[in-house]
């Protein structure tokens, strides 16, 4: 009775780790966004990085998929992109350049003061 008792919780902990693993792996392949000033883009590679507000780099890859609403992506131009993470690598899937009219209203970061 006692050897059952054991299978039946080792069965348990085992079906509890599956769950959890398969939910880490679910949340890997989630999507992410990420919103922001377009940095440097390299058409080669076609990589892109997005400054967010905080100071934070985000490099990007571009894929024929990706999607991109609004006018050529350029430097300087503000963005919100969904992506994925596949190899290591953060493939954007939607980019949305908002027009200069809402970018304005919207500084990704305050601006230094001139004296």
């Known amino acids: 009775m006692r050897k059952l008792w054991a299978v039946g919780l080792l069965f348990v902990a085992l079906a509890s780790n599956l769950i959890a693993a398969s939910a880490d792996k679910t949340a890997k392949t ?3 966004s990420v919103s922001g000033t377009v940095g440097k883009i390299d058409d080669a590679a ?3 990085v997005v400054r967010t507000s905080a100071g934070k780099d985000t490099t990007l890859v571009r894929t024929a998929a990706t999607k991109v609403n609004g ?3 350029k430097p300087g131009d ?3 992109v969904r992506y994925l993470e596949r190899d290591g690598k953060k493939v954007a899937t939607s980019i949305r ?3 200069p009219a809402v970018a304005g209203a919207t500084p990704t970061a305050p ?3 001139t004296r």
Do not use: A, W
């Open 30 to 32: 989630h999507g992410y």
């Open 46 to 48: 076609k990589t892109f």
């Open 71 to 73: 006018e050529g992506l």
């Open 78 to 80: 503000r963005v919100v």
């Open 97 to 99: 350049i908002e027009p």
């Open 111 to 113: 601006t230094p003061s």
